[in-house]
């Protein structure tokens, strides 16, 4: 016999089912056995060709073609609503459509452009799809909780529901964009696989034996199969960053306070030792780019007290594209981390570190060994655990408790199946006190880079796995520290994609021998024919505030490898 939470997770299930057009519908949705892979040509089919160009474009040319009046907002908006109830169908990346608001927003946007000859702002007519931590007015906020539906972040009498945005979704909209829109993330977002009892799980499209990542997943599987052309997800761990490279998409976990958090539904809330980021999500290197450069432009420093007063830094843009041209003042130098000692990564992200090195070589670039002080990382994944736990699971459970609705056993390893004894004021001040030993240490490790580099300079960056997995395999995602340790330090990283897994090429040598019991279990979870055309992305990170370096350097990475397999 069903229980109630169960009862009330499938109802909602099915409304989000029901909210797609009936015309929009698939007949039947293809096992992963008869169809691993649904991007690109294979959900192209489900379109006709101007829905196929309209959402095959990014979010400048968006933005460029209605601009110029050659496409209209309406038509833009039910191209990506349409393709994005196909991906749904495919992968269950959604939590919430809202199809008839957004066609409501951009007849209003048509009508504008039509009357003043002028958009709104530099998103003007441009669907954003938002991960459901995003408050939206008339739009549910469930955040994978069946407890959470039908209310304010679990609260039925709070006047908010229905009625609040996130601050972040404002400055959007006074730029023109549509939403349409709010995709998956996992049950109390602390996980790199993203499910819950509402939508269950999300594929990744490109291979749908694997995880989309987490906990961003909804965002990274809706982008990749181009139901959005760009979307905001939140990183605390690592959770733009995995879905952005499994998926084969571009994001940025930035600094902490750059852009605005105000307003965002978020598990452990007032845990203010290490801090989640909003972190923007594309197709290209540049949608991801414009996104942040468009937020910024509404100078979120005035309506959200912890975002720092930083406009986007055009000279620190133009010396980072000089940097890259390779003249007088030196080329680009990055350290690269194959390995951090505790995990290695499967042969798919090892190969992608020698082709990123490789391709910067080539263009005149040089790359240098990154050997951080000895167990930093272990520590650093020790520091943000003890964060997440500082309550004893308390948010967690009592967001559970709402409904009694069952714990996932990724979740369940974290924090158990009950809460558990809470920090004193003492040992959460001594985890801070680490904290700020291992940033120090980090930080004096980047500047001695400086007597290596021949520039004058420290490093620019330094490249790493995301994750020891090109994809976690489902309930199999054990290992956090390459992805972790960048918001320990509060570092900006961006993702780029590399590659594809290989099942000829992307083997382990007969005679490996693992590291411990964690990798051992990494190389076991190893398929070479599963993985086969998996997608395979690596991080470049770079300081504190360096959002507009990195952002370059991503897009410069991107045409250095389209050029190297044209």
């Not at 700020?436 to 930080?443: D, G, N, P």
């Not at 995301?466 to 992805?483: D, I, L, N």
């Not at 693992?514 to 990170?541: C, S």
Request: hydrophobic share 35%; aromatic share 10%.
């Amino acid at each position: 016999m069903a229980l109630d939470w169960e009862k009330i997770a499938e109802a909602k299930r099915q409304a989000i089912l029901d909210s797609i057009p009936q015309k929009w519908r698939l007949d039947k949705i293809p096992s992963a056995e008869e169809q691993k892979d649904v991007t690109d040509g294979y959900i192209r089919q489900f379109l006709n060709s101007k829905e196929s160009e309209i959402t095959e474009t990014d979010i400048g040319g968006l933005a460029k073609q209605i601009a110029a009046g050659n496409w209209t907002s309406l038509e833009v908006t039910e191209a990506f609503c349409h393709r994005a109830s196909i991906a749904h169908q495919l992968v269950n990346c959604v939590h919430e459509f809202f199809f008839d608001a957004a066609i409501e927003s951009a007849k209003a946007l048509d009508a504008y452009f039509a009357k003043h000859k002028k958009t709104i702002g530099l998103l003007h007519g441009v669907p954003i799809s938002l991960k459901d931590q995003l408050h939206v007015k008339g739009a549910e906020t469930t955040m994978g909780y069946v407890g959470w539906i039908d209310t304010f972040e679990g609260n039925r009498d709070d006047p908010r529901k229905g009625t609040f945005e996130s601050e972040i979704v404002r400055e959007l909209r006074n730029l023109g964009a549509v939403f349409y829109c709010k995709t998956s993330c996992p049950q109390t977002l602390m996980s790199g696989e993203t499910f819950n009892n509402i939508i269950e799980y999300t594929w990744n499209p490109k291979n749908r034996f694997l995880c989309s990542g987490g906990s961003s997943g909804g965002e990274g599987a809706l982008i990749r199969l181009k139901g959005s052309p760009g979307g905001l997800g939140t990183d605390i761990a690592g959770s733009v960053r995995m879905p952005a490279a499994f998926s084969g998409t571009y994001g940025i976990k930035p600094t902490w306070d750059r852009l605005p958090y105000r307003g965002i539904a978020t598990s452990m809330d007032g845990q203010n030792s290490i801090l989640s980021s909003v972190g923007t999500m594309a197709t290209t290197a540049a949608g991801a780019k414009l996104l942040v450069q468009a937020i910024l432009s509404q100078q979120p420093w005035l309506y959200d007290p912890r975002v720092v007063d930083m406009p986007w830094r055009d000279t620190l843009e133009a010396e980072t594209k000089e940097l890259t041209k390779v003249t007088s003042k030196g080329p680009l130098v990055f350290g690269v981390l194959k390995t951090d000692g505790v995990v290695n990564p499967q042969p798919p992200v090892a190969r992608a570190i020698s082709i990123l090195t490789a391709a910067l070589i080539k263009a005149g670039h040089k790359v240098v060994e990154w050997t951080p002080p000895a167990n930093s990382h272990q520590a650093m994944m020790a520091a943000i655990v003890n964060s997440w736990r500082y309550d004893g699971g308390k948010d967690v459970h009592d967001a559970l408790a709402l409904s009694g609705e069952k714990i996932h056993p990724q979740i369940q390893r974290l924090f158990g199946t009950s809460p558990t004894e809470q920090f004193n004021g003492t040992q959460i001040a001594a985890n801070n006190i680490e904290r700020r030993r291992l940033q120090t240490e980090y930080m004096d490790y980047w500047n001695s880079t400086i007597e290596v580099t021949g520039t004058g300079r420290p490093v620019d960056g330094f490249i790493c796995p995301v994750a020891p997995y090109a994809a976690a395999r489902p309930q199999k995602y054990k290992y956090y520290g390459y992805s972790a340790f960048v918001n320990v330090l509060n570092y900006t990283s961006v993702n780029v994609p590399v590659t594809l897994a290989d099942q000829n090429i992307d083997k382990y040598d007969p005679g490996y021998t693992p590291l411990n019991e964690l990798d051992r279990a990494t190389v076991e979870d190893y398929d070479a024919e599963l993985y086969d055309g998996a997608h395979v992305g690596l991080q470049i990170v770079g300081r504190s505030y360096t959002e507009e370096k990195m952002l370059v350097i991503a897009e410069y990475v991107s045409e250095l490898l389209s050029q190297d397999n044209a």
